[in-house]
């Protein structure tokens, strides 16, 4: 199975530390969400799992599918897709940032939103810019329109990084 993974700089796991080697499989005694496998995402997963670097790695074994992750007891990095850059996450934000201005700039109690959102992509905290946007989302029309948020945001980075649509 071809999924995603996000790395931090020198594809660096960043809630282990695991230097990746490109191309070598890496195993795993099981998987198991959260604590042991190789974790890994789908396209509609990417804005949830934002950072430095983005691989393409090919999962083998039992995959586990969860709601935002998979997990699998092997996986390896395939390549490294370099559309994803620091311009291309700014771009990123800056799209979020519009999105919560369109959805909730009007609406007095969520306006601070907005404000949240470009001061995240302004500090590069482009993850947490994401998140804030579907959260206002969330907030002005309900918990299935932080999920169409998510989507929209994964659409368009699907698009913008040349992957398959979610």
């Not at 995402?41 to 969860?66: H, K, M, N, S, Y």
Request: aromatic share 10%.
């Amino acid at each position: 199975m071809i999924a995603y993974k996000f790395l931090a700089a020198g594809a660096v796991a960043p809630f282990t530390g695991f230097e990746w080697p490109v191309g070598e499989w890496i195993e795993a005694d099981a998987a198991d969400p959260c604590r042991r496998g190789v974790h890994a995402c789908r396209t509609r997963d990417l804005p949830v799992w934002l950072d430095d670097e983005l691989w393409e790695v090919e999962l083998e074994g039992a995959v586990i599918e969860q709601e935002r992750k998979l997990v699998a007891p092997r996986g390896r990095l395939t390549r490294r897709i370099e559309g994803w850059t620091p311009d291309t996450a700014l771009a990123f934000g800056r799209f979020c940032a519009r999105r919560a201005r369109l959805r909730v700039g009007f609406v007095p109690v969520l306006s601070g939103y907005v404000g949240d959102v470009d001061k995240f992509v302004s500090q590069g905290r482009i993850a947490i810019a994401g998140f804030a946007s579907a959260r206002a989302a969330e907030l002005r029309d309900g918990p299935a329109a932080y999920d169409a948020e998510r989507l929209a945001q994964a659409s368009w980075l699907a698009e913008r990084l040349e992957l398959e649509q979610p």
